[in-house]
């Protein structure tokens, strides 16, 4: 079994570029799947077969053509795999993920209680 990453673009996005820089870095035809949706404004999903020593090479294409979030799936087949095997995945790791929360601030009180209403 190898590893797959996944990466995440905007529909905007030119992935005939991407395709040609994978390419370029080494990648077969055959070691990629472009899979673009039906909505015009969904993001696609590109997944790539690597070993471990490919890992970063298809990062590097990834980031250079704005991937949005890359997942490593570990121990998978491209060709065992489908576009919504791949999406059920990055579902359970997005819903797993800790996301931050935006700042809390607390407001503490300076000079104590007293009978006095102030305004």
């Known amino acids: 079994m190898s590893n797959i990453l996944a990466g995440l673009f905007e529909?905007?996005?030119?992935?005939?570029?991407?395709?040609?820089?994978?390419?370029?870095s080494g990648f077969q035809n055959s070691d990629y799947i472009v899979y673009l949706n039906d909505g015009n404004h969904s993001p696609y999903i590109v997944s790539?077969?690597?070993?471990d020593h490919e890992i970063d090479s298809a990062r590097n294409?990834?980031?250079?053509n704005t991937v949005l979030k890359t997942y490593l799936l570990e121990n998978m087949d491209l060709e065992k795999t489908n576009y919504t095997e791949i999406k059920n995945y990055i579902n359970v790791r997005n819903k797993a993920e800790i996301h931050n929360s935006p700042d809390v601030r607390i407001k503490g009180s300076?000079?104590?209680?007293d009978s006095e209403v102030k305004f």
Request: proline fraction near 0%; charged fraction near 25%; hydrophobic fraction near 35%.
């Open 11 to 24: 529909h905007h996005s030119d992935y005939k570029k991407l395709e040609a820089d994978l390419e370029s």
């Open 48 to 51: 790539v077969a690597v070993k």
């Open 61 to 64: 294409v990834f980031s250079q």
């Open 110 to 113: 300076t000079s104590g209680m």
